[in-house]
């Protein structure tokens, strides 16, 4: 190798001396220094692969009985350095592997597509060559200085194949209830029964005809059936069409049927996956029925959701609340009563008419509320100002005092995220959770007694009921101010009996004004002063109408900004071809979105996207980590993909 690069140095300095003067003497010698580098530089690649293959030939990194046995596997096998450079390999590797090519020398990664770094460091890698998939598992050896890993390479062509087909046929519970079946159809002629039970049967059938599982009819509204993977992954993929196919069915052509769906998948055997299906079914129908729910790892995924709850008249449920709740009461030293953070008249007002009827059982009470972050004080301060006792304690004092004996009663949330004391809730005994809002994923699931009614139009109608059950040991009634409280709840939610209003609401409504509560009180209890007037106004003002639905962005800092961001939303509600409205507003370093809805547009699913939750008609949602103007992005994004699913035909209009 000297006497090479000498003579290109001769041969190149003799060339550039003699360009100036014999340019073709000089070209000539040029050509030949570029061959002369040509064929060196070739020799020196033959040299290392060459210099590879003795290293194999004559052990210097393997032992000899080690390199035969590794030759003789009938798998591929390599050995490679630190730098990923083969060394070594067997036959099988050649053939399978390299396909047929020299690879001594060569760089391991050319041949098998994986990070070679994190193979060495793992426990195994999989990749797929020609077709055949390999398991890959890196061994290391030291040999003096040099450091060695001998790859070994796994076929498990047919152990994949198989595992996907098992993956594909492996069978799920899917549970189908018609809802609220009895109340729709307890009415309807016997022709209308036939003619709806015929088109049902034949929706389900063509909902199974695509599929190789079965399904079996349980009960009058309940089937059960059982799909494989593949054949779910399908209807998945549609968003379960068997939905709105459903809601084309209808009783006297005004009542559509709805379907709620829940699939148990993801379990190992068929019966845990029948209780997977109930609870996602529980959820379903927690969320107010018309969805389907599927269990996912990170929790559910939920399909449709579009139409209004049905009331259900029956109040058997209520009743057998009620006896279990006084029971509860009865066995229990103190009472506690807490709703939702930055609670409003409903939380608070449900709390009060409970306090109330619970103090008529002779039992202590004590309602626990920050009334620092409380968008009902006004409401706090009248039920004060009416009674004596003292019924009103902050968070940290019921925490303080709270015992094993005492009962926790969770008013208007079911989410442990909301409540308004988490460590309250977490020193409790015994709980009770009370509420309307539609399901969310983050529900208290340890509760002793969990009074769920999504259809219900507000917590104060849900505790109107069951105060009414009570058994009490004289006459007396609750006083006049909680039935007040009450009965604000009441009419915030629906407001003023417009929204999600039915027939026990105005049962509900009619009780309490026997009780002595005073509508012209109740109305006080919404009045604002001039100002908040005003800055409701600007923010009406300020909003644009996107797909039917009005976004107003408020940038405006007022210690009423909670009470009056949500008014807004209401008052939008009132212009022409708006379905739903929404308020994006900032407490603090963090943005709001307060949703309000006529029940055309489900709101909860909108804000479901944004990390939020509430009900169909009213919910709301605080995007972490981002300004107005992101949040107002990501809501048109939401805004955009629900309506997608659920298109409008209305013409848009901006104000």
């Not at 307060?594 to 990390?611: F, P």
């Amino acid at each position: 190798m000297f006497a090479v690069q000498l003579f290109l140095l001769v041969d190149i300095g003799a060339a550039l001396l003699l360009l100036n003067s014999f340019t073709t003497v000089g070209y000539v010698l040029l050509f030949a220094a570029a061959a002369v580098l040509i064929a060196a530089a070739v020799y020196l690649i033959l040299c290392n692969r060459n210099s590879m293959r003795q290293i194999s030939v004559m052990n210097d990194h393997l032992e000899t009985s080690a390199g035969e046995y590794m030759s003789s596997l009938p798998a591929p096998v390599a050995v490679i350095d630190d730098k990923n450079r083969l060394l070594w390999y067997n036959q099988m590797f050649q053939e399978k592997i390299s396909l047929g090519q020299d690879a001594y020398g060569n760089d391991f990664g050319a041949y098998v597509n994986i990070n070679t770094s994190s193979l060495k460091s793992a426990e195994y890698e999989t990749c797929t060559i020609g077709g055949s998939f390999y398991r890959l598992i890196s061994e290391k050896y030291m040999k003096g200085d040099n450091t060695l890993f001998v790859i070994y390479f796994s076929d498990e062509t047919e152990l994949n194949t198989a595992k996907k087909t098992l993956d594909a046929t492996h069978p799920n519970v899917i549970i189908i209830t018609i809802d609220n079946y009895d109340e729709i159809i307890q009415n309807a002629k016997e022709s209308e029964k036939a003619r709806a039970t015929l088109e049902t049967e034949q929706l389900i059938e063509s909902f199974m005809s695509k599929t190789n599982g079965f399904i079996k009819r349980t009960s009058s509204n309940t089937f059960f059936a059982v799909l494989e993977n593949r054949h779910l992954d399908e209807i998945i993929g549609e968003k379960f069409k068997i939905l709105d196919s459903a809601r084309n069915i209808k009783i006297d052509n005004k009542y559509p049927l709805t379907f709620s769906i829940g699939v148990g998948r993801g379990a190992d055997t068929l019966a845990e996956s029948e209780r997977i299906a109930r609870q996602c079914l529980d959820m379903a129908l927690g969320r107010g029925g018309d969805q389907a729910v599927v269990k996912t790892a990170n929790g559910f995924r939920f399909f449709g959701g579009i139409s209004k709850g049905v009331e259900k008249r029956s109040r058997a449920k209520t009743r057998i609340i009620a006896n279990a709740l006084q029971d509860l009461i009865m066995n229990s030293d103190k009472i506690y009563v807490m709703g939702h953070r930055f609670g409003d008249l409903d939380s608070v007002g449900a709390a009060c008419g409970l306090a109330g009827a619970i103090g008529l059982l002779g039992k202590e009470v004590h309602i626990a509320v920050d009334r620092s972050k409380n968008l009902a004080a006004n409401l706090i301060d009248y039920v004060e100002e009416k009674t004596s006792e003292e019924l009103f304690v902050t968070p940290e004092e019921a925490e303080m005092n709270i015992g094993a004996d005492d009962l926790l009663i969770i008013v208007d949330t079911h989410n442990k995220d909301y409540i308004e004391s988490p460590a309250l809730y977490d020193r409790a005994r015994s709980v009770v959770v009370i509420d309307h809002h539609r399901k969310t994923v983050n529900f208290i699931d340890d509760a002793v007694i969990f009074h769920h009614e999504p259809y219900a139009s507000s917590a104060s109608e849900m505790v109107t009921e069951i105060i009414q059950y009570f058994k009490y040991d004289s006459d007396e009634k609750i006083q006049s101010c909680h039935a007040e409280a009450l009965l604000s709840g009441i009419m915030l939610d629906t407001k003023n009996f417009v929204m999600r209003t039915g027939v026990r609401t105005f049962e509900a409504a009619a009780y309490l004004k026997k009780m002595g509560a005073d509508t012209v009180a109740v109305k006080l209890l919404f009045s604002n002063s001039i100002d908040s007037y005003k800055r409701k106004s600007q923010i009406v003002a300020s909003a644009k109408i996107h797909k039917n639905c009005a976004v107003a962005t408020t940038d405006l800092k007022s210690d009423d900004i909670r009470v009056v961001a949500p008014q807004a939303a209401d008052e939008l509600l009132g212009i022409t071809n708006v379905e739903a409205s929404f308020v994006i507003y900032k407490t603090g370093g963090t943005v709001n979105i307060s949703a309000r809805s006529l029940g055309a547009t489900n709101v909860q699913v909108i804000m479901e996207k944004l990390g939020g939750g509430g009900h169909q008609t009213m919910a709301a949602a605080q995007p972490e980590n981002v300004s107005i103007e992101e949040a107002n992005k990501m809501l048109i994004k939401a805004i955009d993909e629900y309506r997608a699913d659920n298109p409008v035909q209305t013409k848009e209009r901006t104000i």
